[in-house]
């Protein structure tokens, strides 16, 4: 198994940014899909953006696709997920998932063995 350990969440405005860690520890970091989730308050955790081991492919959930960008730095067994012009719909708990290998579905969080304690966004109006 991984340990995952998820950073960055904190309060920003509309149209800001931030940027999330996920620092893992454990197995082989470069030989896991990564994924990042989401859940708000009364709701389902939802897909957000997922990355290939190489770093070569990655998802996006079409609500957040050309606003957040997910990458990887292997050497340093982290993965990130840079979010940019937030929006009060975008607040939730933002959780960092791993998985041994490429979920069928990877948009789904069945897919993934591993998940981080979550690190809570909020934006405000």
Not at 24 to 43: E, L
Request: glycine share 10%; net charge positive; with cysteine.
């Amino acid at each position: 198994q991984v340990q995952l350990v998820e950073s960055g969440g904190g309060l920003v405005q509309a149209g800001g940014s931030l940027r999330l860690s996920c620092a893992a520890s454990g197995r082989t970091f470069s030989n896991y899909f990564m994924g990042w989730f989401r859940q708000a308050p009364g709701k389902e955790r939802d897909f957000v953006a997922a990355i290939r081991w190489s770093g070569s492919w990655t998802y996006y959930a079409d609500s957040i696709k050309g606003r957040f960008a997910i990458s990887r730095d292997n050497a340093k067994n982290t993965v990130f997920l840079q979010m940019n012009s937030l929006k009060p719909e975008d607040t939730a708990v933002y959780y960092c998932a791993a998985a041994s290998s490429e979920p069928a579905h990877y948009y789904s969080s069945r897919g993934y063995e591993n998940w981080g304690q979550g690190t809570q966004v909020t934006v405000s109006s």
